[in-house]
């Protein structure tokens, strides 16, 4: 049976978005974007969103499509992305869903509880006081919030430890009774989806992604950031959470020379992919693990393409 809708996902720099045009080249397909940080409309060198250029003559949906102050979360995206996906179907056309999001992906194949959006002046307030204080505070303070989740964490999960926090004083209540009694996300509808897990060479991988940093820098990100940070946009929203951005701002705030900014860069996107790497292994419903130089031959068999 020919698949009626394609995921893509892998870590980052492992090929993911080029196999997607590649397979939109054969296939009347819509390419629908499964990455947090390409939502946005800023950064685009840094997120290595696909251009304009790239783009064209092909049907490509949430790229760059929120501007400040606006954030995507999990239930932002589920609902943009079910449109689309069913907005592709009903045009006779393949929904092709790709990014490393990994939450993202799960949303699609799995019931996921909805949990409000967190006040802006909440967030800047946990910002301000992790600053100074460190995320230790913070780590004890969980212990007796939400004792539940304290247990899942160890002090290395900065960001969940933040989240959970933030949940707590802007909801009034921790998040495990939100995962406990929220509303579930709908699982995905479609049934016969082909699930392509890029699986690159680890040596390969990093590679890739150090090129691919060098080559940012080539292509005007310096430049890109410093327009950026014109906006003055709060420190709290998604966006800053790019990789690179806070090395890069150092460099140009003279705390770091460019190579040292390029290489923390770089090893930041590596330990970036090896999260990827385990989530994808221990989280999808029956994904197809191919190997990169392998896949285009899979999923054009699939559809009975030569």
């Not at 609902?79 to 929904?95: G, R």
Request: glycine fraction near 4%.
């Amino acid at each position: 049976m020919i698949p009626k809708a394609i995921i893509i996902a892998g870590p980052t720099a492992s090929g993911k978005t080029d196999l997607a045009f590649k397979i939109a080249k054969k296939i009347n397909s819509t390419i629908i974007n499964a990455d947090s940080m390409q939502v946005y409309n800023d950064l685009s060198i840094l997120t290595n969103r696909p251009d304009s250029q790239k783009m064209k003559g092909y049907d490509c949906k949430l790229f760059g499509i929120l501007s400040y102050p606006d954030t995507g979360s999990l239930g932002w995206w589920l609902s943009s992305a079910t449109q689309e996906i069913n907005k592709s179907i009903s045009n006779s056309k393949i929904p092709i869903i790709v990014g490393g999001t990994g939450l993202y992906i799960s949303g699609l194949e799995r019931e996921i509880s909805f949990i409000p959006s967190i006040n802006e002046k909440v967030k800047r307030k946990i910002h301000l006081i992790h600053k100074s204080k460190g995320i230790k505070f913070f780590y004890e303070k969980l212990k007796s919030i939400d004792p539940k989740t304290f247990q899942n964490l160890t002090p290395n999960d900065t960001q969940r430890i933040l989240r959970a926090i933030e949940v707590k004083l802007s909801t009034g209540k921790n998040i495990t009774y939100w995962k406990e009694n929220s509303k579930k996300t709908k699982k995905f509808l479609i049934k016969d989806y082909l699930f392509i897990i890029l699986n690159k060479n680890r040596a390969q991988l990093y590679e890739e992604i150090d090129k691919r940093f060098s080559k940012m820098i080539d292509m005007g990100v310096i430049d890109e950031i410093k327009n950026f940070l014109k906006k003055e946009i709060s420190d709290t929203h998604p966006i800053n959470k790019s990789i690179g951005l806070r090395h890069l701002k150092n460099f140009l705030n003279k705390k770091l020379s460019l190579k040292e900014a390029i290489k923390f860069s770089q090893k930041d996107t590596r330990n970036y992919a090896k999260r990827q790497i385990t989530w994808f292994k221990n989280q999808p419903i029956n994904p197809n693990y191919i190997k990169f130089e392998d896949v285009e031959k899979f999923i054009f068999e699939k559809f009975m393409i030569s």
